[in-house]
């Protein structure tokens, strides 16, 4: 049990800045839907698609192979590592700005270069400090890690503020008239959504300034026989990760061209894509978790090769993360009534609502893939998280096209759901053959089919009023919570208590 309190601790940690960081740049989707219509936002949710792309390609691997390989040797991994990280990524934004007119141009935004040259410094920077993040994660300097990805998402967000509800607002002339001609000065109309890659890259150059203990231990170091080793190990987790980033991006590079004319009545496939790709972050809720888990438990499990306790540790943590995956899941699904008034300033963005709950499910199914995946990197068989992902991928691109032609952006999340369902039941099925981990199947399907039944129920039933939704959804989330402690009363109450109470 100690085990999993200090995992659980980590995971708290890491958590805290997650949670909050994310809860503050998800107050960009309330100011990007309130400055700007679906349709212009299209270019940021397409560009962006590609820009989590870039982020797997630039790193190619080596943060997980940073921590496989750096407790036989952490300064001389770190070294190679970030010297291989920092030349290609020189590299492969140097291509970016130098082509970017006909890159952008065959993206269909001809005009706006400036738009990938910002994107090709936020991503180089990403890559750079990857490392040097993972090495902070790995000597467990948890406080500084939280610190610099707060710090990056709060100057973010004022950012988005400032250029977005403050300086457009004011030279539209919406207030402050007065400052009108100094803000059409410093606004410029042409540019519109592009702010939010600006205020991106000055947040992301901050990143330098709280790393700079990890930058000035590095030296450039290379030696072609040790990388040799590294990419080995790291090359099928990166192509595994393209193909799991393409997986999730790959209905919005495709919605606008796969969805039929007029599908949506008096919308174009532009806004229809405005609307699901804002539509969609409500479901970061989800990844949350996710990401605060893998933080705290890859570098945590991956230490821990030769343990032999692990399977039983992996399965009770599996549980546990089920378990709050599942309150997010009803959390959010049972709130957004209220969530997209608060969250969605212009009505039209309401339209795509009802995908939210099918994306919430997909992202748990794909936070426990991600799970119960440390089996293959564990027996160094990593070959095996490419073989799932690509059938995931080709799951995802079949009901795609299958789908949006004929339920539009919902198609999408089915098809997301499809494949990351898929990925979880190979990826379970396999790591019983490799590695046996006792999970507990049977409570985990219970959890899942009785949450998605009261979700399901509850959204037949619609309230007029906020003052009645509210309070009803609230009881109905602790009756939930009531039985969860009932079925894992062993578990979370204590002895005594139990004993005392006969529980």
């Not at 609502?353 to 089996?375: D, K, R």
């Given at each position: 049990m100690s085990v999993l309190k200090k995992l659980a601790g980590e995971t708290a940690s890491y958590g805290i800045s997650t949670i909050l960081g994310r809860s503050l740049n998800f107050l960009l989707v309330f100011i990007h839907?309130?400055?700007?219509?679906?349709?212009?936002?299209?270019?940021?949710?397409?560009?962006y698609?590609?820009?989590?792309?870039?982020?797997?390609?630039?790193?190619?691997?080596m943060e997980t192979a940073f921590f496989r390989f750096a407790p036989e040797n952490e300064t001389k991994y770190y070294n190679i590592i970030q010297s291989a990280v920092i030349v290609s990524s020189?590299?492969?934004?140097?291509?970016?700005?130098?082509?970017?007119?006909?890159?952008?141009?065959?993206?269909?935004?001809?005009?706006?270069?400036?738009?990938?040259?910002?994107?090709?410094?936020?991503?180089?920077?990403?890559?750079?400090?990857?490392?040097?993040?993972?090495?902070?994660?790995?000597?467990?300097?948890?406080?500084?890690?939280?610190k610099a990805k707060i710090v990056n998402i709060l100057i973010n967000v004022f950012l988005n503020i400032f250029f977005l509800l403050v300086l457009k607002k004011i030279a539209e002339g919406d207030y402050f008239t007065s400052l009108q001609p100094m803000a059409t000065k410093l606004y410029n109309p042409k540019i519109g959504a592009g702010y939010i890659f600006l205020a991106n890259l000055i947040a992301n150059a901050t990143f330098f300034y709280f790393l700079r203990p990890e930058f000035r231990d590095f030296t450039f170091q290379f030696d072609k026989k040790e990388f040799k080793k590294l990419w080995i190990y790291a090359y099928p987790i990166m192509i595994m990760l393209v193909a799991s980033t393409f997986n999730m991006v790959f209905d919005r590079m495709l919605l606008e061209k796969l969805l039929p004319e007029d599908f949506y009545p008096n919308r174009t496939s532009q806004e229809a894509l405005g609307i699901y790709g804002n539509v969609y972050k409500l479901s970061i809720f989800m990844s949350l978790a996710t990401q605060a888990f893998r933080y705290a438990a890859e570098p945590f499990f991956l230490s821990k090769t030769g343990d032999k306790n692990s399977p039983d540790v992996l399965a009770d943590v599996t549980k546990w993360f089920l378990i709050t995956?599942?309150?997010?899941?009803?959390?959010?699904?049972?709130?957004?009534?209220?969530?997209?008034?608060?969250?969605?300033?212009?009505?039209?963005?309401?339209?795509?609502?009802?995908?939210?709950?099918?994306?919430?499910?997909?992202?748990?199914?794909?936070?426990?893939?991600?799970?119960?995946?440390?089996?293959?990197k564990l027996n160094n068989k990593t070959y095996f998280g490419t073989l799932i992902t690509f059938i995931g991928l080709a799951i995802t691109i079949i009901a795609n096209i299958i789908l949006i032609p004929r339920i539009g952006y919902m198609g999408c999340a089915v098809a997301f759901l499809i494949s990351c369902f898929s990925m979880t039941a190979l990826c379970y099925w396999l790591g019983q053959r490799y590695y046996?981990?006792?999970?507990?199947?049977?409570?985990?399907?219970?959890?899942?089919?009785?949450?998605?039944?009261?979700?399901?129920?509850?959204?037949?039933?619609?309230f007029d009023s906020l003052w009645l939704s509210i309070p009803y959804h609230l009881i109905l989330l602790l009756l939930y919570t009531a039985g969860v402690v009932i079925v894992e009363r062993k578990t979370i109450i204590p002895l005594k208590i139990r004993d005392k109470y006969k529980l």
């Open positions: 839907t309130a400055a700007f219509m679906p349709g212009e936002l299209g270019i940021n949710i397409k560009l698609s590609y820009v989590a792309l870039a982020n797997i390609i630039y790193t190619y691997g020189i590299f492969f934004s140097g291509i970016l700005i130098i082509f970017s007119s006909p890159i952008i141009a065959y993206l269909g935004y001809q005009g706006k270069e400036i738009f990938l040259i910002w994107i090709a410094l936020i991503i180089a920077i990403d890559a750079i400090t990857a490392i040097p993040f993972a090495r902070l994660r790995l000597e467990k300097k948890t406080s500084r890690f939280v995956c599942i309150f997010i899941w009803l959390g959010v699904s049972l709130n957004l009534d209220w969530l997209k008034v608060f969250f969605l300033r212009k009505k039209i963005y309401w339209e795509g609502i009802s995908v939210v709950p099918v994306l919430l499910l997909a992202n748990l199914f794909l936070g426990i893939y991600y799970n119960i995946s440390v089996w293959f046996p981990v006792p999970y507990k199947i049977e409570s985990a399907l219970g959890y899942i089919i009785s949450a998605g039944l009261l979700i399901y129920c509850v959204m037949q039933i619609q």
